[in-house]
């Protein structure tokens, strides 16, 4: 046996019936961060919104509010009685969450233009995200579960299907910076929505999942959403095609009549 008990979380794994579905008002509130990164894009990088792609911000903030409360809705389990956990406070929640918006909008903007002002490379500023968040880490780590893990080993645990997911999380972590670097955080948003949309689409078939009326109408939301926050971008590409075909046919007109002339 091991000089040391295992870590709780492996003598004591959390069963499903246990679990109570988070409150839907916490995530609906946390999805307002969409609105937050596009109010620091303005402030912090002069990025320029039409008032169809401020539309189409609420609409994406919208529709991911509906998925996501019907998410916790369908989630198991049942809701937990004041007995059950310590006593929580609804406004101190709220107030976390709202915190949190801010500041992962704020992160986010900073980061892009750290990116994009600097000039420093992606892979750098990875490491350098990376360090801090590994510090982090290991410190909440050693406070939490420190002799267990000193006793059983750093990697205790560990199998393919964990090994899976912490090589997901990295490539993820890879693949933000690159859109982040080449697009922005706004369209970031956009295709964090899409994929809520494809978890919860996936789990139709994993968990059973029943889309209602709500998850339907979310979808329809963020769809449309994604359409009219790319429609101002198309259309100015349209104007610039126009006015640089109006400019060509200009210069021919001009470099025929030089040749009449001649």
């Not at 246990?18 to 961060?33: E, F, G, H, S």
């Not at 490539?171 to 949309?197: E, H, P, Q, W």
Request: proline share 8%; charged share 10%; glycine share 12%.
């Amino acid at each position: 046996p091991p000089p040391f008990p295992p870590p709780r979380w492996v003598t004591n794994p959390p069963t499903v019936s246990r679990i109570p579905p988070p409150p839907a008002a916490p995530q609906v509130t946390y999805q307002l961060k969409i609105l937050t990164t596009a109010l620091f894009s303005v402030l912090l990088l002069g990025t320029s919104l039409s008032r169809l792609q401020w539309l189409s911000l609420a609409l994406l903030f919208a529709g991911v509010a509906l998925v996501q409360a019907e998410q916790a809705r369908a989630a198991p389990g049942g809701s937990p009685s004041p007995a059950e956990g310590p006593p929580q406070s609804y406004a101190v929640g709220l107030a976390a969450v709202a915190a949190s918006c801010l500041s992962s909008g704020f992160a986010g903007v900073y980061f892009e233009r750290l990116l994009k002002t600097t000039g420093g490379s992606i892979w750098v500023r990875n490491v350098q995200l990376g360090a801090v968040g590994t510090a982090v880490g290991l410190a909440a780590m050693v406070a939490a579960e420190g002799s267990a893990v000193a006793g059983l080993g750093f990697f205790y645990g560990y199998n393919p299907a964990v090994w899976a997911v912490v090589v997901n999380q990295a490539a993820g972590g890879l693949l933000v910076a690159v859109v982040v670097r080449y697009a922005d955080n706004i369209l970031k948003g956009f295709a964090t929505a899409l994929s809520i949309l494809a978890s919860t689409v996936a789990s139709v078939h994993l968990f059973g999942f029943r889309p209602r009326g709500p998850f339907l109408a979310g979808t329809a939301m963020v769809l449309a959403a994604v359409y009219l926050y790319g429609r101002p971008r198309a259309a100015d590409a349209a104007a610039s095609a126009d006015a640089e075909g109006r400019q060509q046919q200009q210069q021919q007109q001009d470099g025929g009549g030089k040749s009449v002339g001649a």
